[in-house]
């Protein structure tokens, strides 16, 4: 088992810059997929990044790619998300997430572990 627990968020202006953490407790950390989501009010949770085990590969929607970067430092038991060119869409709570996978999956029902999540606020 795992526990997340992520860090960073606030309010940015548009155009802006954040990174969020998330920090995993266990001994196992290497052996998670490990995955960002992010949730808007009214709206279903969105998948906005994931990398695998090794860090090897990443995975992003066309709504972040070239403005989001996901990473690991499987020393430090921690996954990061680097979030540039911030629009007011962005705005939402961002959850991380782990599950033992061969593959990257997209979809949260995959992912058998998560954070309490972080807001961010982008705004105009």
């Known amino acids: 088992q795992v526990q997340l627990v992520e860090s960073g968020g606030g309010l940015v202006q548009a155009g802006g810059s954040l990174r969020l953490s998330c920090a995993a407790s266990?001994?196992?950390?290497?052996?998670?997929?490990m995955g960002w989501f992010r949730q808007a009010p009214g709206k279903e949770r969105e998948f906005v990044a994931a990398i695998t085990r090794s860090g090897g590969s990443t995975y992003y929607p066309d709504s972040v790619k070239g403005r989001f970067t996901i990473s690991r430092d499987n020393a430090k038991n921690t996954v990061y998300l680097q979030m540039n060119s911030l629009k007011p869409e962005d705005t939402a709570v961002y959850y991380c997430?782990?599950?033992?996978?061969?593959?990257?999956?997209?979809?949260?029902?995959?992912?058998?572990?998560w954070g309490q999540g972080t807001q961010i606020t982008v705004s105009s």
């Open positions: 266990g001994r196992t950390f290497s052996s998670y997929v």
């Open positions: 997430a782990a599950v033992r996978s061969a593959y990257i999956p997209s979809t949260s029902s995959r992912y058998d572990y």
